[in-house]
């Protein structure tokens, strides 16, 4: 069975400093991987999606995440966040034949000025 | 285009009393699908449609959820009787037809927040 842990329920970090956003799945067939966020008061949107390919994924707004096959992860980062990105952030692993999503208990990101 | 509605926005119901959940999902999209997260935990997978059949509801919590998708349009997933556990946050999301590229990508709405008083 699939499950994805993501160890960190809370991160405080300053404004401009980097983030990383620790995310570590298990399953035994191909996974495919995403990253949502939810900001205050709204729905979850995909910040960023891992499906084949280049390991290493992009979001538009300067995020990044690294699949890494041996160490089963897939963490977010950032190198300098700003005030906005204050959100819930969710792991969530789907494939092997399924197109369900397994989702971690998200971590929220709490920028500081 | 339109993203993925649910309503109500939030419902407060006593223990006991039924209530309906209503998803739009994106036009022209195969598959919805129904999460529920209940507070301090993770979004947990309900059940799946395909157009207007079932294909995976192992999620269910047990036989007072009843959800359906007449038409293969929007989707509904009603709690009857509605028990205190039952309360949480209902996601709806869909996504396209299985064989594209993006298939295995999911579009959530807003969420419906149910409490059970």
């Known amino acids: 069975a699939q499950s994805v842990t993501q160890l960190d329920s809370q991160v405080p970090v300053f404004e401009e400093a980097p983030v990383e956003l620790r995310c570590n799945y298990s399953?035994?067939?191909?996974?495919?991987l995403f990253w949502y966020v939810q900001y205050p008061n709204q729905g979850l949107q995909l910040l960023l999606k891992?499906?084949?390919?280049?390991?290493l994924v992009e979001s538009i707004n300067g995020f990044e995440a690294e699949f890494n096959k041996s160490q089963t992860s897939f963490h977010l980062r950032k190198p300098s966040v700003h005030i906005s990105d204050t959100a819930e952030y969710f792991c969530?692993?789907?494939?092997?034949?399924?197109?369900?999503?397994?989702f971690g208990t998200g971590t929220r990101l709490k920028v500081l000025a | 285009e339109a993203g993925v509605t649910q309503f109500p926005s939030h419902s407060v119901i006593e223990k006991g009393q039924t209530v309906t959940l209503r998803c739009d999902p994106i036009?022209?999209?195969?598959?919805l699908y129904w999460y529920r997260r209940v507070m301090g935990k993770e979004i947990k997978f309900l059940l799946h449609?395909?157009?207007?059949?079932?294909?995976?509801e192992s999620g269910m919590p047990n036989n007072r959820f009843l959800a359906e998708r007449t038409g293969g349009t929007y989707s509904t997933l009603k709690v009857q009787p509605a028990e205190l556990e039952d309360s949480g946050v209902y996601f709806c999301?869909?996504?396209?037809?299985?064989?594209?590229?993006?298939?295995?990508?999911?579009?959530f709405g807003p969420g419906t927040r149910l409490t059970v008083t």
């Open positions: 999301a869909s996504s396209h037809s299985w064989g594209r590229d993006d298939s295995y990508e999911q579009y």
């Open positions: 891992y499906l084949s390919g280049s390991t």
């Open positions: 449609f395909v157009k207007e059949s079932k294909q995976d």
């Open positions: 399953s035994s067939v191909s996974v495919y």
């Open positions: 036009s022209g999209h195969d598959n």
């Open positions: 969530a692993v789907s494939g092997s034949g399924t197109y369900k999503y397994i």
